[in-house]
């Protein structure tokens, strides 16, 4: 019975959408993108005269002599700024479809709309107000 | 249970490409939408598989993200290759992309917080050491 | 594509009607409020932030009770993502009364335990906004925004002695399993979206009365299988049924125990909520078992009846061993899920409205019933864990009984409801949701779940004889009783012998008055 069910689905269409030609110009892209910082490195590799001293080894850190590792850990704060900033970030993602759809075709739609993102960014300003006053945004 | 899944994978495997190169070609050149759905499915496997061995607390939360996003690459797959214009429901699964995108970003901070106060009680973040409840 | 986005929007109202998501509205603004009295009020005045949680809560639930006694309007809104239903009245009805009686026993609690209550009572608030919403939901969308404003206040408020590393523990453990979970329940979302496009061209709907509609003519069956398997595994996890139950006694061991007892009582009662709507409505009962959609009723309902008997039997089993007495409410809470399991599955074998209405108000009546004994019993967990919750263990309890009577008398009372003694709530709750079950046909199932509930008594009784036949060692000083938790206490014991004596009008009122308006539904 399962089966004869199954059969149905053989009739469905298999290729619903369109061509992906429209890619072409991200793949050529894509391949210069590889390209372009490569040959230099390679390049250079053949042309240059290869002198190394110690100076010349160590890394550049803005002229000054380098202190630490590099793989050091990072206090905590960083992670509490960068969630802040992950959060509030990501919600002007809304905006996005929000703005597609604002004037629509006739206006009708646009005094609503307005209204709702306001409300919106409302809400959010609220949050990002508490975060200030919650000391979260404080370095020291 | 079983037999709930039993069929999906029947299904996968009616759609399975024949072999031709000229099949070949050009499924890469019109992709049908069980590419998509291939990929997501992969994606969730990995998530899945990644949750269920990895020990690192901040690598079960990059499988979550997957399986997350996953259900992202079906919805966008769905809603761009079945879509109908006039109905607003064709939509719906890029709209519900965003939701999700926002829910993934609220969780992975929500996460993070939660690992950072376990790890100023107790400097772990294996979750083989975190067993101070158990039956 | 944006061309065409902005292309069917033109046509499209935005079907707003914002008074029928008013209790949802009152319950966020009172929530975003007490956030700011928080940010702004003094330390002194922190304690205002309880009381107005408290106006916020019972003025949405005047405004379902307005929507449950008069509402004439239409009864959807939002294109059908949000749904008025006696369903959803009685489930935000016990998030609201979940929510209320939470704030009550945290009040002083709070303060005990130097923890911030603004904070505390927001997020109580927006948790109590997004178990609203999954009741509410009409639309897959909202049921999964309502899951997820819940889960992420919930998770913070498990982990929320963030000094105690049990607290964080719990907080993670939920964290990891509750978002794997949800990620679950979001892969079957989308394939159940993709399936139920049509073979006539119309695109895939993650509206529930709309996918019920389209089940024979979805273009990939096989695919509406699947994601109906990975909602209920999303769902199971939630509700805490077995094999998707070992979260539980972890998670409700480690929290403060007034968030234990708000998460064994609301977000449970929330994800039935939901849960029913989904499977009862989405993937109705048919006559026709040949169809698609007979296949897939058939499916889910089998599946839930096995884990209807494995999440009685784990619960009540797993509860037997415990010493830890959050640890044997967590396990009887999986139990009750298995309880009220059974009336889902009554709910879902018939395609008789009255017979299905009065199945999922048997289910509702046996969530109200379960959270007002829970929180009942947890208010009183509460006091005798002191701060830190500290006492917890059964030899805690010792001869407690003939020391602090008050105390030892209201928590047996709670067992022996929960045992389902008869006049006790815990009892009407077991007896509409087997009669429906039978009702259904399904005569093994509940003998099964009578068969549990004598293996329950075992542990519940265990309790009680330990609270006053032992003898106590070490000494005891009862504890004060904040004037918030006798409040507590006295509507959760009248609550108990209301529901337990009189339940005919609650369960009217969780009924679907007209038959006509479920079957448009």
């Known amino acids: ?140 | 249970m079983l037999n709930l899944f039993f069929p999906a994978l029947v299904f996968i495997w009616q759609q399975a490409p024949g072999g031709r190169m000229s099949d070949v070609s050009n499924s890469i050149t019109h992709p049908d939408i069980s590419k998509f759905l291939v990929i997501g499915a992969l994606l969730f496997i990995i998530g899945v598989a990644g949750v269920l061995t990895r020990r690192n607390i901040i690598v079960i939360f990059m499988s979550i993200e997957l399986i997350l996003n996953a259900a992202n690459i079906n919805f966008i797959a769905f809603s761009r290759y079945l879509q109908d214009t006039g109905n607003a429901n064709a939509v719906a699964g890029q709209v519900f992309t965003v939701f999700i995108i926002v829910v993934a970003a609220a969780e992975a901070a929500i996460g993070l917080g939660i690992v950072i106060a376990l790890y100023r009680n107790k400097e772990t973040i294996w979750v083989d050491e975190i067993d101070l409840l158990k039956w | 594509m944006n061309l065409s986005l902005a292309l069917q929007i033109q046509n499209v109202s935005p079907d707003v009607n914002l008074l029928l998501i008013l209790p949802e509205l009152i319950v966020c603004t009172a929530g975003v409020i007490v956030m700011m009295v928080d940010a702004f009020a003094r330390p002194r005045q922190r304690w205002m932030t309880g009381g107005l949680a408290l106006v916020g809560l019972v003025a949405a639930m005047a405004a379902s009770f307005w929507m449950w006694s008069g509402w004439a309007g239409p009864r959807e809104a939002f294109h059908g993502m949000i749904v008025l239903d006696e369903l959803r009245l009685g489930f935000t009805f016990i998030a609201l009364l979940v929510s209320a009686l939470t704030v009550l026993v945290s009040m002083v609690w709070v303060e005990g335990e130097n923890l911030p209550a603004g904070e505390f009572h927001s997020l109580l608030l927006f948790a109590t906004s997004g178990m609203m919403l999954m009741a509410s939901g009409g639309d897959l969308v909202i049921i999964f925004l309502g899951l997820e404003i819940l889960s992420i206040a919930t998770y913070v408020m498990a982990g929320f002695r963030r000094t105690d590393l049990r607290s964080n523990e719990s907080s993670l453990k939920y964290f990891i399993l509750g978002s794997f979970s949800s990620a679950f329940l979001l892969y079957g979302i989308a394939l159940v979206y993709g399936a139920t496009a049509t073979r006539t061209g119309l695109a895939g709907t993650t509206n529930i009365a709309e996918i019920a509609n389209r089940l024979d003519v979805s273009l990939y069956p096989p695919l509406l299988f699947a994601g109906a398997a990975m909602m209920l595994v999303g769902f199971g996890f939630k509700i805490a049924t077995a094999p998707f139950h070992v979260w539980t006694p972890d998670v409700y061991e480690g929290a403060p125990t007034p968030v234990t007892a708000f998460m064994a009582a609301g977000p449970k009662a929330a994800g039935f909520a939901s849960f029913l709507r989904v499977f009862v409505f989405g993937f109705p009962f048919v006559a026709t078992v040949a169809s698609v959609q007979g296949q897939i009723h058939a499916a889910w309902l089998g599946a839930l009846v096995v884990l209807a008997i494995i999440t009685m039997t784990i619960g009540n089993v797993g509860a037997i061993v415990q010493n830890n007495v959050k640890r044997m409410l967590a396990y009887s809470s999986i139990a009750h899920a298995g309880y009220a399991l059974v009336g889902f599955v009554a709910a879902g074998a018939t395609g008789d409205p009255v017979f299905k209405s009065e199945a999922l108000s048997s289910v509702a009546f046996y969530m109200l019933t379960y959270a007002v004994m829970n929180l009942g019993a947890f208010a009183v967990v509460t006091l005798i864990a002191r701060s830190g919750d500290r006492r917890t263990d059964f030899e805690d309890y010792n001869g407690i009984g003939f020391q602090s009577p008050g105390l030892a008398f209201t928590l047996s009372l709670f067992m022996l409801s929960l045992l389902g003694l008869p006049l006790t709530a815990g009892f009407m709750g077991k007896i509409m949701v087997f009669r429906a079950a039978l009702n259904a046909g399904y005569y093994s199932l509940v003998v099964i779940a009578v068969l549990n509930t004598a293996i329950s008594a075992y542990y519940y009784l265990r309790l009680i004889i330990v609270m006053f036949f032992r003898e106590r060692t070490t000494s005891w000083s009862a504890p004060r009783v904040p004037a918030s938790v006798i409040v507590v206490l006295i509507i959760t014991v009248l609550g108990v012998f209301y529901l337990g004596l009189f339940p005919n009008r609650v369960l009217d009122a969780f009924k679907t008055r007209p038959p006509a308006v479920m079957a448009t539904r």
Not at chain 1, 11 to 35: D, E, L, R, S
Not at chain 1, 59 to 74: K, L, N
């Open chain 1, 1 to 140: 019975m399962l089966s004869a069910i199954l059969l149905q689905t053989t009739n469905v269409p298999k290729t619903v959408g369109g061509p992906i030609t429209a890619y072409w110009p991200v793949m050529i892209f894509f391949v210069f993108a590889v390209i372009f910082p490569v040959l230099p490195i390679v390049l250079g590799r053949f042309l240059r005269p290869s002198i190394y001293g110690k100076g010349k080894m160590r890394p550049y850190e803005c002229g000054i002599d380098p202190v630490t590792e590099a793989h050091d850990r990072f206090t905590v704060r960083y992670y509490i700024v960068a969630m802040l900033f992950l959060i509030f970030d990501v919600e002007t993602i809304f905006l996005l479809p929000w703005a597609v759809i604002y004037m629509g075709n006739d206006f009708s739609f646009t005094k609503f709309a307005l209204l709702e993102m306001f409300i919106f960014i409302g809400i959010l300003i609220v949050g990002y107000y508490y975060a200030w006053r919650k000391g979260a945004l404080e370095w020291a």
